[in-house]
């Protein structure tokens, strides 16, 4: 998604959990006056919070269920397995940050600066920033204060990568023998059917609409859009899977996905920043659409349909292909979460695809032009290989034009790089392996070909 996108650590829907009471020790209960009692949890909080160590697959084990209860040393989840503790600094950065975001007053100003304070000495700048101005919108008073907090360094701690932009997840979840895509279990299946419909039932909840189930050969759709408009929505997300699987040198026939892939086709625009704020915690802006997903490759989408009333038929085809767009953009990277493995692909690769493909497929009259102007200007574009950093809107022409670039230079260069990244190789290694450049060489051939970029 241009602007920000997201592999979730942590998602939150409806619970129905039985909380049980805490194992006794055998210990005194009273415990001193100045200690603070853990706070309950707000009612149906489902989480998954991905720990800091690893499990013997190399990989962030996981833990589901209930929260029960916060305070300052960390959590409580009742899992299946019965109730589980865990330190904040047991957990990922951002599955903390979730949590965090989740349970305080939203129209508390003293809480989002205290959620600002935490993001910004954990180097999580753009959700400081986004807390930050929470908290100046309902207190204009905690300014200074704010300023004072951003005064300061942050910690040199490294900044979690279990975020993804658009899709950029914490491990390189390879397999141990590259294939077309990884194949879904009985019981990866069932569990995706499963979150399917968790998925329907918290849209459901949160937009206060009731959604209509429809399937295609790859894609389960829940949408409030009118029925007229149903037939041809399954046909242009059909077309985006036909075409992002050709640049892909895959069949249309094939299906990458556990079971199907899910979208949440929203008519208003009120419901999708909702579901994206309450549901996948994704500050949207102006974005139209979006793909979240894990590092287990299960994910889904959430879009809707902009500017579908305008008036004449000019203005209705313009919409429909700015929508058609974003759909193709955002499904690339629900494909390439999926293509080969279930591992990451740097974001300057995944958004610079993710645009070329949708560019090709729908082309944006005047498209380049912010690239070509950071080009003639010498504008330092390396923070687009920082997956720390969220790019702006003007860097996508950016990392599209470097991904055309390196195509027309050599195709099938590229998508060697490409899959050995998918296999477990890291991005600039790839890159020199097979066009022996590095990330700064890269950035030294693309102001040259931008220059001139149409």
Request: with cysteine.
């Amino acid at each position: 998604m241009r602007g920000k996108s997201f592999l979730m650590s942590i998602i939150l829907t409806g619970c129905m959990a039985t909380i049980a009471p805490a194992e006794s020790t055998g210990e005194p209960t009273d415990a001193p006056s100045d200690v603070a009692e853990p706070t309950s949890a707000p009612a149906r909080l489902y989480v998954e919070v991905f720990l800091v160590s690893e499990n013997v697959t190399g990989k962030s084990a996981k833990i589901v269920g209930c929260l029960v209860s916060y305070d300052e040393i960390g959590i409580e989840v009742e899992t299946k397995n019965g109730p589980r503790a865990l330190k904040w600094d047991e957990i990922t950065t951002m599955s903390s940050y979730i949590i965090k975001s989740r349970v305080i007053d939203k129209e508390n100003a003293t809480d989002w600066l205290e959620l600002g304070r935490w993001c910004w000495q954990n180097r999580l700048k753009n959700q400081a920033n986004t807390a930050f101005n929470k908290a100046r919108h309902l207190d204009r008073e905690l300014a200074d204060e704010i300023k004072e907090i951003m005064r300061a360094e942050p910690a040199t701690q490294q900044l979690s990568t279990d975020v993804r932009a658009d899709v950029v997840p914490a491990d390189n979840a390879a397999p141990k023998e590259i294939v077309k895509y990884q194949k879904a279990t009985p019981e990866e299946i069932i569990d995706a059917v499963d979150r399917a419909e968790k998925l329907k039932e918290a849209a459901e909840e949160l937009s206060g609409t009731t959604l209509v189930t429809l399937e295609t050969p790859h894609f389960i759709i829940f949408t409030d859009w009118e029925d007229a408009e149903h037939e041809w929505m399954e046909k242009q997300c059909e077309m985006a899977y036909r075409v992002v699987s050709k640049q892909f040198r895959m069949s249309a026939s094939d299906n990458v996905f556990v079971n199907k892939l899910p979208i949440v086709m929203f008519d208003k625009r009120s419901n999708f920043e909702m579901f994206a704020s309450q549901h996948d915690d994704v500050p949207v802006g102006m974005a139209a659409g979006y793909y979240t997903g894990s590092t287990d490759g299960s994910g889904h989408m959430v879009m809707w349909r902009p500017d579908r009333r305008v008036e004449g038929d000019a203005g209705r085809i313009d919409a429909e292909k700015v929508w058609a767009r974003i759909l193709v953009h955002e499904f690339t990277h629900a494909y390439v979460a999926r293509y080969k493995s279930n591992a990451h692909i740097p974001r300057w690769l995944n958004e610079g695809m993710a645009d070329y493909i949708a560019q090709n497929t729908l082309p944006e009259g005047a498209y380049f032009a912010p690239a070509r102007e950071a080009a003639q200007r010498g504008i330092d574009i390396s923070d687009i290989f920082n997956d720390n950093v969220m790019p702006g809107w003007a860097y996508y022409p950016v990392m599209m034009s470097m991904v055309r670039m390196l195509v027309e230079n050599d195709s099938k260069a590229f998508m060697a790089m490409f899959d050995d990244i998918k296999n477990g190789m890291k991005g600039e290694e790839a890159l020199k392996k097979h066009f022996k450049i590095d990330y700064d060489q890269l950035q030294e051939h693309w102001a040259r070909y931008a220059r001139t970029v149409n």
